[in-house]
């Protein structure tokens, strides 16, 4: 009561297009991209056959890969249950674009040319760990990381400092620590780019390696 107001306790709240939700594990989230992706590819499938291939890839990406794109930093290492469901998702529009729906999901990536979700998440987290160590993003973003002096010449390069964690549950899975952490795993050619515009390039044949989060474990 404040002011003679009433303030609910909420389970959830919508702020600028993200659900975020008590125990900030963004399941609700996450459930409503793909309900959102499912609603796309339904509208897909209807017209895949009538169109050529990379014409129906474009659509694909557009209108279905897409729904997946709006902050994904902030729910990328959410519940591991949620992102199966993401894969799932994913697989099945994968096999209506390619008119195979008995085709595992790593023959479906390889054909397409494509990567799971979580490697192209991954790969938008190095692209802000690039623009933040080069100081390329807002300002209050260059605080967020600190460079980790070696007194020694090692064969990695450009480290950083892994960020004193105070719980397991949000600090294993911020931006901070594990954005620090696969920078670090990340191969000096791709670290030392002059460009962000050849960063961007490079990135997209990286697939995550070394990724120890709890999707990939």
């Not at 994968?94 to 991954?122: C, F, I, Q, W």
């Not at 790969?123 to 690039?130: C, T």
């Not at 952490?181 to 515009?197: F, G, S, V």
Request: hydrophobic share 35%.
């Amino acid at each position: 009561d404040i002011d003679g107001n009433i303030i609910k306790a909420s389970k959830s709240v919508k702020l600028l297009g993200l659900r975020i939700d008590q125990k900030l594990n963004f399941d609700l989230h996450i459930k409503g991209l793909c309900k959102t992706a499912t609603r796309n590819i339904n509208a897909l499938r209807i017209i895949f056959h009538l169109i050529p291939y990379d014409n129906g890839k474009i659509l694909f990406s557009t209108f279905f890969e897409s729904s997946f794109g709006y902050c994904p930093l902030l729910w990328m290492f959410s519940n591991k249950g949620s992102n199966n469901e993401l894969r799932k998702i994913h697989k099945r529009g994968l096999r209506l674009l390619t008119d195979k729906p008995k085709a595992t999901y790593d023959e479906l990536l390889d054909e397409t040319g494509s990567v799971t979700m979580h490697t192209r998440n991954l790969q938008l987290l190095m692209v802000e760990m690039y623009k933040t160590t080069h100081k390329l993003n807002p300002q209050f973003m260059w605080d967020l990381l600190e460079k980790k002096d070696t007194e020694h010449d090692l064969r990695v390069n450009n480290l950083l400092k892994l960020p004193t964690i105070k719980t397991k549950t949000h600090g294993l899975r911020s931006f901070t620590f594990r954005g620090s952490i696969m920078w670090n795993y990340l191969p000096n050619e791709l670290k030392n780019c002059k460009t962000l515009k050849i960063f961007k390039k490079k990135i997209k044949g990286w697939r995550g390696e070394k990724c120890k989060c709890k999707l990939c474990v």
